[in-house]
């Protein structure tokens, strides 16, 4: 796996619609891609050191964040949530095993979860401190798996090496909750490039697979 320019391979793993939505207004988004498309995202979960989220998808989806596979041994990738404010939950499913909370507040005790304390980005945590936070604990890739506003920060850092993007072939509209944040973009020749590596069929959804332009 080739290491991307922070010492870490980052990538972004994307489950929208065809227009890029990860939810409905209302927040439901299970199951937007089928099984064969959910089968894939636990093969690359357990191909990353660490699995990492946002509090919104705690508090939305309250997801294991494991790699579930037949016969797959016991060890588990790393599970790690940005929480700028430390709202999640004690009982929450991720704060069980092996997970990592990184936080701008002082650290409190979350259930099982090892909470760490990280240079703030205008009230959240930053990205490349969370990075290296996770160096630090012998981490070198990383699959971000959301939300939206996760995947912008990492997105406009510059920090994300490859996407793994299943579309599913249902339209939610503008109404629905778009899997990439605002990137604050003022031209055109400013967007963020990819090189199509691959499209394949995965059950009724499409696969595709990008790398970063250097």
Not at 93 to 110: F, H, M, Q, R
């Amino acid at each position: 796996m080739r290491l991307g320019t922070q010492g870490m391979d980052v990538t972004l793993k994307l489950a929208t619609s065809l227009d890029g939505r990860i939810a409905t207004a209302a927040g439901e988004s299970q199951w937007i891609t089928g099984e064969a498309a959910r089968m894939e995202g636990h093969r690359l979960r357990a191909a990353h050191d660490a699995i990492l989220v946002g509090v919104e998808t705690i508090l939305a989806d309250n997801p294991e964040l494991t790699a579930r596979l037949p016969g797959r041994p016991v060890g588990q990738p790393l599970r790690v949530v940005l929480d700028s404010c430390l709202r999640t939950p004690p009982t929450a499913k991720v704060t069980t095993g092996d997970s990592l909370i990184l936080t701008v507040a002082e650290p409190a005790p979350i259930g099982a979860a090892v909470v760490v304390r990280v240079e703030s980005d205008h009230g959240r945590p930053s990205v490349s401190a969370c990075l290296t936070a996770l160096r630090r604990r012998g981490v070198s890739s990383v699959l971000i798996e959301g939300g939206g506003q996760v995947a912008a920060s990492f997105l406009r850092a510059g920090l994300v090496d490859r996407l793994e993007w299943f579309r599913a072939p249902i339209l939610l509209g503008d109404e629905g909750r778009p899997c990439v944040a605002a990137l604050a973009l003022a031209r055109l020749s400013d967007a963020l490039r990819f090189r199509r590596l691959a499209v394949e069929p995965c059950g009724d959804d499409l696969w595709e697979r990008y790398e970063r332009l250097p």
